[in-house]
């Protein structure tokens, strides 16, 4: 699954701020406040994430880069912490709320028992009149739940009680684990099936911070060390990343107004995105198709490397900024109007899914994830998988990818249709999990078709394999 880009090309404000990192002790302004409860009421009637927080900022033109940073961080972490924020209210016995309040509660407790607070500094934040009214609780007594919320420990939130005391988890391990990573209980039950209980605390503690900023190289234009030198030079603190094309950055302030974003030297792509396209392994003037294109990602990552790509989505709206990107990047990608024919010497197969492995940029996502979702993905999934297998030629490469870490939308897809096509064969297959390497969870398998006898082909030189 190609996923939203994370916060890159379109200079769009909201999403610039959606990648900042969380602020959550700078000095809280009421519009900084205001806009927050704004954007977290709009996830309670449910908005995603992003649309509940472009709306809000829309809604305070005139609010700084602090205070929409601080509104931004606010709403990715109540989005990503909902299951405890709302355990944690039912703990301090907050009262039945009007839904213009609950966004104020979920706020609260966001801080208090999340972020670990003081109670009293934050009720101040949200006394009247203040950010929001009017409104049913009281002063007294949203300091009244302030004070009686549990707080966070070096392990999570849900630590202790407001007087210190442990906090018990649940007996079920399920639900245990499922409170302390602040998902659904069937995410859990999958996790602890195929990781156990400490290493699926590990993963969903990696799936819950914020995503790391990671660009990639075009490699037809620059090095990575030219890259990094021009980045350097406009005072961005950036770091080779895992793959031969990766930079990660840490300093966002001025990046996307920076050259190397400005002329297409880079563009932002995850690290496991990344190694998908070195999957590909494309030659110059191989025919790669990407089926499942996106907003064009690793589209723009192949022809980067010598590859003469198709892309194709069924969202047309998704790939409408594409033919932009690749002018900038001086790459050559055609967009299909309509689902390609014919044969291709690869076929790339980003197949959509549940997005379970990009929590850290979707944090909202695991709210849409349940055993039904996950079903319908894996049926998709199988049949966009047969559909690509039908554009490779003989001798060529079939590469299909999740951003999932259930096997039900990785081997549970491969591991069927390789059974069912003899004509396939596995030549590289790999589970990224969160917690074990950088980047987003993914899995990715590498599918070859053998040539035909006596067959030869021409490549964009002449040459002949």
Not at 153 to 172: K, M, N, Q, T, Y
Not at 402 to 426: D, H, I, K, Y
Not at 442 to 455: D, N, V
């Amino acid at each position: 699954m190609e996923g939203p880009p994370q916060a890159s090309e379109g200079g769009q404000e909201a999403r610039r701020e959606e990648v900042g990192r969380p602020r959550s002790r700078e000095l809280r302004s009421r519009r900084a406040v205001a806009a927050a409860l704004a954007a977290i009421d709009g996830l309670g009637e449910g908005r995603p994430l992003r649309l509940a927080l472009a709306a809000s900022l829309a809604e305070h033109p005139g609010i700084g880069p602090k205070e929409r940073r601080h509104a931004a961080a606010a709403t990715r972490s109540v989005a990503r912490w909902l299951r405890v924020v709302d355990a944690a209210l039912i703990r301090g016995h907050a009262p039945r709320s009007i839904p213009a309040d609950r966004a104020l509660l979920r706020y609260l407790a966001w801080r208090v028992a999340v972020e670990g607070e003081p109670p009293e500094a934050v009720a101040r934040d949200l006394r009247l009149p203040g950010p929001r009214r009017p409104r049913a609780i009281s002063d007294a007594d949203v300091l009244r739940v302030a004070r009686a919320l549990p707080r966070p420990g070096p392990e999570g939130p849900l630590a202790v009680d407001a007087a210190g005391r442990p906090l018990s988890p649940p007996s079920d391990p399920v639900v245990a684990l499922a409170l302390a990573g602040s998902v659904p209980d069937p995410f859990a039950r999958r996790l602890l099936r195929d990781l156990g209980e400490a290493e699926a605390r590990a993963c969903l503690r990696a799936l819950n911070r914020d995503a790391l900023l990671t660009l990639r190289v075009n490699a037809a234009r620059a090095t990575r060390a030219e890259v990094l030198a021009a980045l350097g030079a406009a005072g961005i603190e950036a770091e080779p990343g895992e793959g031969p094309w990766a930079i990660r950055v840490e300093d966002r302030a001025s990046l996307f107004d920076s050259a190397p974003l400005r002329t297409g030297l880079a563009e932002v792509q995850d690290e496991s995105s990344q190694r998908v396209v070195e999957a590909c392994r494309p030659g110059p003037g191989d025919r790669w198709l990407d089926l499942c294109a996106g907003s064009g990602g690793k589209a723009l990552a192949l022809a980067a490397l010598g590859a003469e790509v198709t892309a194709w989505d069924a969202s047309a709206r998704r790939l409408a900024e594409l033919p932009r990107r690749a002018h900038r990047a001086g790459a050559r990608v055609t967009v299909a109007r309509e689902a390609p024919s014919g044969e291709f010497d690869g076929v790339l197969v980003d197949a959509p899914c549940s997005g379970s492995g990009a929590l850290c940029r979707e944090p909202d996502a695991r709210w849409r994830i349940d055993d039904a979702a996950v079903a319908r993905f894996q049926e998709a999934q199988a049949e966009v998988l047969r559909a690509g297998a039908r554009r490779v030629r003989p001798g060529g490469a079939l590469v299909f990818a999740t951003c999932s870490v259930f096997q039900e939308e990785g081997e549970g897809v491969v591991g069927p249709f390789l059974a069912a096509n003899e004509g396939f064969r596995m030549a590289l297959e790999e589970r990224r999990w969160p917690h074990r390497h950088p980047g987003a969870g993914f899995y990715l398998a590498r599918l070859e078709r053998p040539p035909a006898r006596g067959r030869t082909r021409l490549t964009g030189n002449g040459a002949t394999r």
